[in-house]
Antibody
Framework: QLQLQESGPGLVKPSETLSLTCTVSGGSISSSGYYWGWIRQPPGKGLEWIGSISYSGNTFYNPSLKSRVTISVDTSKNQFSLKLSSVTAADTALYYC????????????????WGQGTLVTVSS | QSALTQPASVSGSPGQSITISCTGTSSDVGGYNYVSWYQQHPGKAPKLMIFDVNIRPSGVSNRFSGSKSGNTASLTISGLQAEDEADYYCSSYAGSSTALFGGGTKLTVL
């Protein structure tokens, strides 16, 4: 069974860069052409798609965050990562990594496997 | 891009049917047959319940169904059960390889 696990610092200072990694187990990040994405959920609020990447490094980002987001992939470690720069308190959220449904090297808009999420708090 | 609009809360009694709406624009919900729905229990990750408007992934109960008319998509849950109590989120393709979520709806089973 495919599993995704987020990891990274739980506390980041304002203006610094948030860095998270998602480790995929139970399957290869390179198989079947799936895209892999990041989604966040501020406390008590709704979901927001951040961006996505393919195993070959093709990326798509939420236009509202694009200037601050970088997503990368390391197929040798079966991981993909998120960097969000110049963070503020508004970036405090539960950050999820997830697999896009469908596969076949096509980006899709929905997610069929999710990690459990990791809470990142932005505070000095 | 603005979040899709969902009612903050809906409720129903066991055995009843409820419908959750998700309203967007012609640039997202109305422009494509690409709407998905997620169920999220407290402290848990979202679970995909419906994609492409009305397709259920393997293992999802047929009590869950989806539809769309114009700029509004809907999730209907029939034969309401206690375990259906959760938050529900819609999501839509929004063009140019972007995805948009709704604000979420809290379902209470009375």
């Amino acid at each position: 069974q495919l599993q995704l696990q987020e990891s990274g610092p739980g506390l980041v200072k304002p203006s610094e860069t948030l860095s998270l990694t998602c480790t995929v187990s139970g399957g290869s990040i390179s198989s079947s052409g799936y895209y892999w994405g990041w989604i966040r959920q501020p406390p008590g609020k709704g979901l927001e798609w951040i961006g996505s990447i393919s195993y070959s490094g093709n990326t798509f980002y939420n236009p509202s965050l694009k200037s601050r987001v970088t997503i990368s992939v390391d197929t040798s470690k079966n991981q993909f990562s998120l960097k969000l720069s110049s963070v503020t308190a508004a970036d405090t959220a539960l950050y999820y990594c997830a697999r896009h449904g469908g596969g076949g090297n096509f980006w899709t808009y929905y997610f069929d496997f999710w990690g459990q999420g990791t809470l990142v708090t932005v505070s000095s | 891009q603005s979040a899709l609009t969902q009612p903050a809360s809906v409720s129903g009694s066991p055995g009843q049917s409820i419908t959750i709406s998700c309203t967007g624009t012609s640039s997202d919900v109305g422009g494509y047959n690409y709407v998905s729905w997620y169920q999220q229990h407290p402290g848990k990750a979202p679970k995909l319940m419906i994609f492409d408007v009305n397709i259920r992934p393997s293992g999802v109960s047929n009590r869950f169904s989806g539809s769309k008319s114009g700029n509004t998509a809907s999730l209907t849950i029939s034969g309401l059960q206690a375990e259906d109590e959760a938050d529900y989120y819609c999501s839509s393709y929004a063009g140019s390889s972007t995805a948009l979520f709704g604000g979420g709806t809290k379902l209470t089973v009375l």
